[in-house]
């Protein structure tokens, strides 16, 4: 491999004004350099082509354990947490993830500060220190990292997957770890786990086989200074490349032809429909599995998903290449059964093989190829720009894998038609070699195995070819076909001159009917736009009973629609139907050409919407399973989902919903839906590349459809029913808490939200709170995390409830209870107090230089841009210029004023201070949870039992939203 540059030509987008460059140092580790002279952050990403198919047999989770570990200290960097600390207290953020063959760390930070936090970076892959302290403790992190993944559904499976393969391939692994298998066993065996890290650090990281990418605003002459000056001394012990030959899964060792069945956590019935296949990467240029998933997943008429649909069997399918290497693949095909479909399996496994059957049959399409071939293009071209922080790490990922032209690209763009490729893959998807996972409760009872690192009960059969194919000759005759040329493919890609330099949206029109705010595309430069609807309908949130089916009204919508807008969908047009407090709310999203032509077919469907009976029962069924499996979610969201429950007026609990939904009907919905729609107020959005003109004819357009005309269907509103949102007012020097049982018995995580209430949104406080955050953030993760080992999720972080402000501490945890956890909370906050006290007059300029960098960083693209704007006008805040108007707040800031600003709504039994403790006890802290029942209440604090009665006796903050001057009639 030559040193030094290498003037590849590397396959960029259109619109892509980056610079690239690709280098290989002396050790061999090989770079990209990125240059973008408008970013704001600059990143880095190494890819580590070892992964936890490394791990030695006994050792389990040893490359996780390790990717983990590197983020303590270095012998460059000594202390503990440091480099976090560095990154964070500079804007940043850093992660690590750690795959099969490889392990990707990375991070971002202001641009001003990137020469050092990549120097502290380097240290990772030059000389870690592994404290036998740290690996202590760090096993815990790890082990509660598991704990969290122990009760989902989705590593519960893939494991199941993993386990039926065979035990001598690296893919049957346990690949997290746990407290098991990194501290017991290796003990019991006499192994010393420290000793075994280091070990696998030496032995396994070597230069040679890294890869990465360093993200600047710097010349690409400069960061190649930067990166040789850093990065050499990573050694180079010149090791092969790992590889891991064989399949993991055949027929002589009985791992195909098998049905699993298997019991879930969730409710809800599964079907994966598995293959061993030939990877797709060996033939990227020709997309075998794109071109497939593509038709299989397909969702238009005559496609497999819409026949499944129409017999009321499926609520959804995918289909795709799922995990791969460059040795083995496997094919999925994932439905999401109904009742009904959970009855008729074979049926359906015998309708999905008729489908390949046709596609065998009627031989590879060329102009399907095209097509989808012309979208990737399109696709990858016109990309939206993402945050360097992710950008980096695809890239690096995509190192590993493709040669340095493709690095940008990897398998997005499939160009080259080879029927014989796409034919031998087809042919692999037979009843000789397919896996079948069937999940459901309903198999509770019905099985004779556990998979043994989650605890997943399942039963195992053989199933024969010829039984496969007696499916599909029982299988019911439907009209399955090939989908239709899809007529949403953009063809007109030119971008308009916006008219005015607009900074900030405009309200462009304004009447008893609608509002439009409009924000011409002025820095993306993309033949894209942004279209939100937001349809405030009084009707919709009077009760527990409107408000679900408010909800089955926006769910049916989309299930009406989707057979046509699938298509949209497949070409970069995105749309989306949600169901909101008020109402519902339309989006739409992607190439603006055929945007006007989905919206109005979306507006035609509302007004003309009717209950069809057939798909209300499938979507009735979907949604009453949606609102069960709530209480299987991770602890820390059910806290967060409280929280919001007590601040929020006019909330209702999923429980009421839940009630009422199993007694609504289709006659309910008839009633309802026009009733709905008898008296609205659209508040619109319009962004992108529209003109002005364009943007008030949609919207006029959806204004005749529903209030004018002979017969309308929609009345504006009265003054008195605009929407407001009202968020309740804590008292100050009280401190509230709402204790409750988790609701999955199973689950032994607890979790805790200390919420802290500060002010009504204020530039000057508000930024007075953002700096406290981004001070305390690192402290907070260090002391709660790395040093106490609360829990794996420990997060300080901003609350905003439609601009009410403060701070919460989310910690979830199987060592030790919520009350204790806030104890330990409140101790950091009074540790925190004398290292705010002693922070030094450079320390503050630059914490309060790094907030500024971070609300100057500009949007990366318009949906991002949208959602900033859309979050104003929503919340009723109106204040578009809030980044510029915060950073003059900041500029002006002392630190006196933080640290009385600290000192009077942070500190530990400050007179203004209001706090609300929600804590969740899972069954390892029940004992906790009922002897807090019984203890006295201590001075200034009010035990919450009742949810809805402690709110009615709150008073409320003023509403921004339908307040003064929002709207005048």
């Not at 009345?715 to 804590?730: E, G």
Request: hydrophobic content about 40%.
């Amino acid at each position: 491999m030559a040193v030094g540059r290498e003037d590849v030509e590397i396959l960029k987008p259109r619109i892509d004004k980056r610079e690239y460059r690709r280098i290989v140092l002396r050790n061999s580790l090989q770079v990209l350099l990125i240059s973008d002279l408008d970013t704001d952050k600059c990143a880095a990403s190494m890819n580590v082509g070892v992964g936890s198919f490394c791990d030695p047999d006994g050792l389990e989770g040893l490359a996780h354990f390790l990717e983990h570990m590197l983020f303590y200290a270095s012998e460059k960097y000594p202390l503990e947490d440091s480099y976090s600390k560095y990154i964070i207290e500079h804007g940043g953020s850093t992660n690590a993830f750690t795959a099969s063959e490889m392990t990707n760390y990375y991070f971002d930070v202001n641009s001003d500060c990137f020469e050092e936090a990549l120097d502290r970076f380097a240290q990772f892959f030059i000389k870690p220190l592994m404290s036998a302290d740290a690996t202590m403790r760090e096993i815990k992190a790890v082990d509660s990292e598991n704990q969290k993944n122990l009760l989902s559904d989705a590593w519960r499976m893939n494991q199941l997957q993993k386990h039926l393969s065979l035990e001598s391939h690296p893919y049957h692994k346990f690949s997290t770890g746990n407290w098991d298998t990194l501290d017991v066993r290796p003990k019991a065996k006499g192994v010393d786990i420290r000793q075994e890290l280091l070990k696998f650090y030496e032995d396994k990281y070597s230069a040679n086989l890294m890869h990465l990418v360093v993200y600047s605003k710097e010349s690409l002459d400069k960061i190649q200074c930067l990166v040789e000056d850093k990065f050499q001394e990573i050694r180079n012990s010149d090791r092969s490349r790992f590889q891991f030959p064989g399949q993991p899964c055949t027929s002589e060792h009985l791992q195909l032809q098998i049905l699993v069945r298997a019991v879930p956590i969730k409710q809800g019935h599964k079907l994966r429909i598995v293959w061993p296949i030939t990877p797709s990467i060996l033939h990227y240029k020709e997309g075998p599995c794109r071109y497939l998933g593509h038709l299989i997943g397909h969702e238009g008429e005559g496609s497999l998903f819409y026949v499944l649909k129409k017999l009321g069997w499926a609520t959804g399918l995918f289909a795709g290449e799922g995990e791969w290497t460059s040795e083995f693949s496997f094919f999925n095909v994932v439905i999401d059964l109904t009742d009904a479909g959970q009855d008729r399996m074979q049926d359906i496994v015998g309708l999905l093989f008729k489908y390949i059957q046709l596609l065998q049959q009627s031989g590879v399409c060329k102009w399907i190829f095209d097509e989808l071939s012309a979208v990737c293009e399109t696709g990858f071209h016109y990309q939206d720009k993402i945050s360097p922080i992710d950008y980096v790490v695809n890239i690096s990922s995509n190192m590993q894998i493709y040669p340095p032209k493709d690095w940008l690209v990897g398998s997005l763009l499939p160009l080259d038609f080879n029927p014989a490729i796409i034919q031998k893959i087809v042919n692999e998807l037979s009843p000789e070699n397919v896996r079948i996972f069937w999940e459901s409760k309903k198999f509770e009872g019905l099985t004779d195995k556990v998979e043994p690192w989650y605890g997943t009960a399942y039963s195992i059969e053989k199933v024969s070819s010829s039984t496969i194919q007696a499916w599909i000759s029982s299988a019911p005759n439907e009209n399955l076909h090939l989908p239709a040329p899809n007529v949403f493919i953009p063809k007109d890609l030119s971008i308009k001159n916006a008219q005015e330099e607009v900074k900030f949206p405009v309200l462009l029109r304004k009447s008893s009917y609608s509002k439009l705010w409009y924000k011409p595309d002025t820095v993306f430069s993309t033949p894209k736009a942004y279209v939100k609807i937001d349809f405030n309908c009084p009707h919709a949130g009077n009760s527990p009973e409107t408000e679900v089916l408010a909800d089955l009204f926006a769910q049916l919508l989309v299930d009406y629609l989707n057979e046509y807008a699938y298509y949209a969908r497949v070409a970069g047009l995105l749309y989306g139907i949600s169901h909101t407090d008020s109402g519902f709310e339309v989006t739409l999203v992607g190439y603006n050409h055929k945007l006007k032509i989905l919206l109005e077919t979306i507006i035609d469907k509302i007004v003309k919407f009717e209950v069809k009976p057939d798909r209300f029962s499938v979507i009735k069924e979907m949604v009453i399973k949606d609102y069960q499996n709530f209480k299987f979610q991770q602890p820390y969201q059910q806290a967060m989902y409280y929280c919001s429950l007590i601040l929020k007026d006019q909330t209702r609990s999923w429980v009421e919903r839940l009630d009422v939904l199993p007694h609504l009907n289709v006659e309910d919905l008839t009633k309802f839906a026009p009733m709905m729609l008898s008296q609205a107020f659209l508040e619109c959005y319009i962004a992108g590349n529209i003109e002005r003109e364009e943007a008030e004819t949609m919207v006029q357009h959806v204004e005749d459809v529903f209030f004018k005309g002979p017969n309308p269907i929609c009345r504006p509103l009265f003054p008195s029913q605009f929407l407001t949102n009202r968020v309740v007012k804590l008292e100050r020097g009280m401190n509230y808490c709402y204790s409750k049982e988790g609701l999955n018995p199973s689950d032994e995580n607890s979790a805790l939200v200390h919420y802290i209430q500060v002010h009504q949104d204020d530039f000057i406080l508000n930024v007075k709170l953002q700096l406290f955050a981004l001070v305390a953030k690192q402290p907070a993760f260090h002391e709660l995390r790395s040093v106490e080992q609360l829990g794996y999720i420990t997060v300080l972080m901003q609350r905003n409830d439609s601009g009410i402000c403060g701070v919460q501490f989310i910690i979830q945890s199987t060592v030790k209870g919520p009350a204790h956890i806030d104890s330990r909370v409140e101790a950091f906050l009074k540790m925190f107090e004398s290292k705010l006290y002693e922070m030094t007059n450079d320390e503050f300029k630059s914490n309060v230089n790094a907030l500024i960098d971070m609300k100057l960083e500009k949007h990366k693209n318009l949906r991002e841009e949208s959602r900033f704007y859309w979050r104003e006008i929503t919340d009723g805040t109106l204040k578009f210029d809030r980044r510029e108007a915060e950073v003059a707040a900041l500029k002006k800031l002392t630190q006196q004023e933080l640290i009385e600003f600290f000192n009077e709504n942070v500190k530990v039994g400050a007179t203004r201070k209001k706090t609300l403790s929600v804590q969740v006890h899972g069954n390892q802290h029940l004992a906790e949870y009922h002897s807090q029942k019984s203890e006295a209440v201590k001075p200034n604090t009010i035990q919450i039992d009742d949810i809805f009665s402690f709110r009615r006796s709150q008073p409320l903050y003023g509403s921004f939203r339908g307040g003064i001057g929002h709207v005048k009639l």
